[in-house]
């Protein structure tokens, strides 16, 4: 039980198949007590608490859109009600187009880039100022992608902001170490999640075979290795790592396709 008595709060983590499921339900197996929030699948998200507090640790499910700066400083205010503090913040929320550069919209630009960037300033903005509040340090932990580090074809935006990611978690890393909050990054790799149910490159079961194929440990991610990576940034183990990315991708980052 390495989180006993901390408190947590993850965003994007309404759909049980999701990576900010496995994210919390591996935070509360650690001792934590553990706020979710999503969007949509407000009933879902409601079950996911549920079943957080039949772990025998505290929850509540904070609804917000992380695009709105307002929206973010109630959530964490109710977390931090309910819970009372805020020492570990998991900005995974995140959303994904498939498009070639020619064919990038401005409807899906503002869309990914609202989420993807804005969303996580304003999310970890707002965890910082509160955990600079309470004067105990904290844990930001971003999902980010394996895009952090590489280039695909037809994501071009999400990549980009996932480099954004990166960017963002470096230069948090610097400006936060003085209050000991400490922040770091996890690249999933390929999870299937409903995030994926779209990809055009797995709609066969040749699709996903040959996706297997290029991933040398030859197997998609499960959502409980996401979390127990996000485990080791929260726990006493990551104690003396900030500004790092940590790929759980099976590989994939060191792949034919890496750059
Ligand atoms: N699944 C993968 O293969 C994969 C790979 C690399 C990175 N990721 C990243 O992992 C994170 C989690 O994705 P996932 O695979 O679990 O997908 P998912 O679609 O299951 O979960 C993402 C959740 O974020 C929520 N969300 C979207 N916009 C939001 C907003 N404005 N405010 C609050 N919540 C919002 C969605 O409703 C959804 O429930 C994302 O940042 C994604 O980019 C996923």
Redesign the pocket.
Known sequence: MRLQGKTALV?????E??????IARALAAEGADVAV?????LDALENRADAIRAMGQRSIAV??????PE?VEAMIAKTVEALGGLDIMVS?????RWEHFLDITPANLRAIV???IK?NVFVCQAAARQMIAQGRGGRII??????SDMQFPITPV?GAT?KAAHTLVGVMALELAQYNIIVNHI??????????DLSPDLQTAEGIEAQRQVVPLKR??S?DE?GRAVVYFASLDGDYTTGAFLRV?GGLGISKYSS
Do not use: E, F, H
């Open positions: 965003t994007g983590a309404a759909s198949r999701s990576i900010g499921w496995g929030n999503d969007i949509s699948q609804p917000a859109d992380v695009t709105q929206q995974n929320a995140g959303i994904i609202n989420v993807n969303g971003l999902t980010s992608s394996v895009q999400y996932k690249g999933p790799g390929w999870v299937s999640s409903a995030l994926n998609d991610g959502i996401m991708d």
